[in-house]
């Protein structure tokens, strides 16, 4: 191939670097507060009393968790109608979300029956019972998936190049397209994602610290 | 509603699928060996080895998969010398891919298998290797399988995006039929009810073999089962919560 | 233990990247490769009429591809055609996954400059794709306007030239592009302007205004330096033209005779 390498290239196209980034932050940010706002209900609706409601939510799980991403987002794009920028966040929310669900309901499933029903017996009313027994300790085990499921919002935000939205992978591309330099851009758009992740990492640790504390203290 | 679009253009979609199975089966295959390979370069009591082998697994489960296929793309001609073809180009970005997950979970499962039976088949006279074979390893299957199919499943869903590459599998096949006819909805859902057939029986599998291979405990007081009652995608967790917890200096995979 | 991290992700980066660089150029010709191999692997599109597209049985059919075949049967070899996309084909031809690339590929001065071009087979226009009735007349109209494009053709780049107020939605696939248009997310699509009518063909909604640029060549791509395998190209054109394979395959799948701007000559006195 003989190939030359041009690391200038980024220099001269940062501002598309950039508008990647920005993309791939805001998609991956608003999925990931809305999945785990919505997996959260979803996860919480698995473990109802009431068996329609346990069926539904088991249902939407199973459902979005077992179609790939880039048909759901096509779905979204194509078929639905919506703008770029809403389907892949309502496409990214949806699926993650179905996981997330999963994460949350095998969290509070973890916890043994037996302590909520020691701390019934000691007289603490349902919402104490949650706020000081079921809580803390679901937290804690829910946080380090948690942590992977924010991870794959970032590597899944990539897909939404194929629905035309400008996101990071999309730049590689397009910087590929304007200076045949594919190599260059592939390497520093791994690097970006490699820090993204690794921020994630950190947040979820910083996140953990606290919650520990807390359970330390309450 | 045009369904009669989807049965005319049925054959062509169907090769696509035959494509994603072989695409799927092959590379589950060869990220099998490659992930026992680097789950044991990661066990390896050498930093030397290990190090590699732990920079490898994270460094490829942070990047996401699209852009190893690209990375695919440009690195396999220059390994191979030659020219290459877009499907052994997808097969070798989906084995590099799902080799590091692999290797974590066959890692996992290893080492769920508690240290007393490796000591008891010494101390009644196997040697190491015996006792991985006949002791260690099949428990430790046992014990993966949930997560084994569960990878299968997220092999078969992530070999949707082979299409950048211009491989013919399912999707691409059903982009190129919607190309031609423009009935978004019909083609789209269809892909989407295919998928979620295949990959809702595979999980109904994976179930069952969980349930088959129990691992017998007193009940949700253990993390560890909760993890693997939780239907095997979590398992990735687990690990992934051992590295969280090596990185941050607790062990999460104990309970507070 | 996160700085040494990064440290050895660059540091496998670089690695690969040195690999990558240390390898060299095929010394032999791509000719005497096809030959020796038995087959001709050819890029080509899946989803651009009349250049490459499938049929209704999933056969890859068009015009490059009946250009492709000629070459092939000039060579007594098998074909391979490989569909590449707008944002593929380069990489695709530089790194050896084919030999040559007929995929409706304009050529400019920035392309010549990493891959060799054959001479001229095909002229096209750029053209815009709107909804009737849209008012856009050309790159003036577009001011504030939505275009859109595929990735990997130079249209964006030259309509944000011509009108820097447009915003642009860049896509894969050219149908989906189309598509575009048709769902109101974009006013006119940029392209060029063959497969453009045949859209507004298949779309009655849509129709094609002329005027994106004048008329530019298009070129089969092999890599550089490889002056037999050019040559190969060149010289089957020239037959292709002699024979009237060209005029015929023109005429039946475009339906109309070549463009009068379009001359391949003899190159004999």
Redesign the interface.
């Known amino acids: 191939m003989g190939y030359k390498f041009d690391w200038g290239v980024l220099l001269v196209y940062r501002h598309l670097l950039w508008q990647g980034l920005v993309l791939t932050v805001q998609l991956s940010a608003l999925g990931m507060v809305l999945s785990l706002a919505l997996g959260g209900v979803i996860g919480l609706g698995r473990r109802a009393e009431a068996k329609p409601l346990r069926w539904l939510c088991g249902a939407y799980i199973e459902f979005f968790r077992n179609i790939p991403l880039i048909v759901q987002l096509f779905f979204w794009y194509f078929a639905v109608g919506l703008e770029a920028f809403p389907a892949a966040v309502i496409g990214l929310t949806v699926y993650t979300s179905a996981y997330i669900a999963e994460v949350i309901r095998s969290g509070l499933q973890s916890i043994p029956r037996t302590q909520i029903e020691a701390a019934r017996s000691f007289g603490m009313t349902p919402f104490q019972v949650i706020r000081h027994v079921v809580l803390p300790q679901a937290l804690m085990r829910v946080i380090p998936p948690l942590g992977v499921e924010f991870i794959n919002v970032i590597k899944n935000s990539s897909i939404a190049m194929t629905i035309s939205v400008t996101e990071l992978t999309f730049q590689t591309q397009q910087i590929e397209s304007l200076t045949f330099r594919g190599f260059e851009a592939a390497t520093a758009i791994t690097l970006l994602y490699v820090l993204l992740a690794l921020t994630i990492v950190l947040l979820m640790a910083a996140i953990e610290r606290v919650v520990r504390l807390d359970l330390r203290v309450g | 509603m045009d369904l009669h679009v989807i049965v005319?253009?049925l054959?062509?979609m169907l090769?696509g699928l035959q494509m994603t199975v072989i695409l799927s089966a092959v590379s589950m295959v060869g990220s099998f060996a490659g992930g026992a390979a680097f789950a044991m370069l990661r066990l390896s009591p050498w930093w030397w080895l290990r190090?590699p082998a732990i920079?490898?697994i994270?460094?490829v489960r942070?990047?996401?998969?699209?852009?190893v296929i690209?990375?695919a793309?440009?690195?396999?001609?220059?390994?191979t010398g030659?020219?290459?073809?877009?499907v052994k180009?997808a097969l070798f970005a989906l084995i590099l891919f799902n080799t590091s997950y692999m290797a974590e979970v066959i890692r996992a499962g290893i080492q769920s298998i508690p240290k007393g039976q490796t000591e008891a088949s010494r101390a009644i006279g196997l040697t190491y290797l015996q006792a991985m074979r006949h002791v260690v390893l099949p428990q430790a299957l046992r014990h993966m399988s949930p997560a084994l199919v569960s990878r299968f499943?997220a092999l078969f869903?992530?070999t949707?995006?082979v299409?950048?590459?211009?491989v013919?599998e399912f999707?691409r096949?059903a982009?190129?039929v919607?190309?031609?006819v423009?009935r978004?909805?019909e083609i789209?859902?269809f892909?989407?009810i295919v998928?979620?057939v295949?990959?809702?029986a595979l999980?109904l599998a994976s179930s069952a073999l969980e349930r088959r291979f129990a691992v017998p405990d007193g009940?949700?007081?253990d993390?560890r089962s909760?993890?693997l009652?939780?239907?095997s995608?979590?398992w990735?967790?687990r690990s992934?919560?051992g590295a969280?917890?090596?990185?941050?200096g607790?062990d999460?995979r104990r309970?507070? | 233990m996160r700085v040494t991290r990064i440290l050895g992700t660059v540091l496998m980066a670089m690695l690969a990247v040195g690999w990558v660089g240390a390898a060299t150029a095929q010394q032999e010709s791509t000719l005497e490769v096809v030959k020796k191999r038995g087959t001709l692997v050819a890029g080509v599109k899946a989803d651009y009429p009349p250049f490459g597209y499938t049929d209704k049985d999933g056969q890859l059919v068009g015009f490059d591809i009946e250009v492709v075949n000629y070459m092939a049967k000039k060579l007594g070899v098998k074909v391979d055609l490989r569909p590449v996309t707008s944002a593929n084909r380069i990489p695709m031809l530089l790194n050896g996954t084919i030999d040559m690339l007929a995929a409706s590929f304009t050529i400019t001065i920035e392309r010549e400059k990493v891959v060799d071009f054959s001479i001229p087979y095909f002229m096209s226009g750029g053209s815009f794709l709107v909804k009737k009735g849209s008012g856009i007349k050309g790159y003036a109209s577009l001011a504030g306007k939505t275009v859109t494009f595929t990735q990997g053709t130079p249209w964006e780049k030259k309509t944000l030239q011509e009108q820097p107020k447009a915003k642009s939605l860049v896509f894969q696939d050219k149908p989906q592009a189309v598509l575009a248009v048709k769902q109101g997310k974009a006013d006119a699509y940029v392209d060029d302007d063959i497969p453009l009518y045949l859209f507004a063909k298949e779309h009655p909604e849509l129709e094609v205004v002329n005027g994106a640029t004048a008329k530019q060549p298009m070129g089969i791509a092999v890599r550089e330096n490889d002056s037999k395998w050019r040559d190969f190209i060149n010289f089957s054109l020239i037959e292709m033209w002699e024979d009237g394979t060209y005029k015929a395959i023109h005429k039946k799948l475009l339906g109309v005779d070549p463009d009068p701007d379009l001359r391949i000559f003899p190159w004999k006195l």
């Open positions: 005319e253009n054959p062509y090769t190090w920079l490898y994270d460094l942070t990047v996401p998969l699209i852009m690209f990375w793309f440009f690195l396999m001609p220059v390994l030659h020219a290459t073809t877009p180009a499943i869903m992530g949707s995006l299409y950048i590459i211009g013919t999707f096949a982009n190129n919607n190309n031609r423009y978004s909805y789209y859902g892909v989407a998928y979620f295949c990959c809702y999980s009940g949700g007081a993390t909760g993890a009652r939780s239907g995608r979590a990735g967790a992934v919560a969280l917890g090596r990185l941050t607790t999460l309970p507070d």
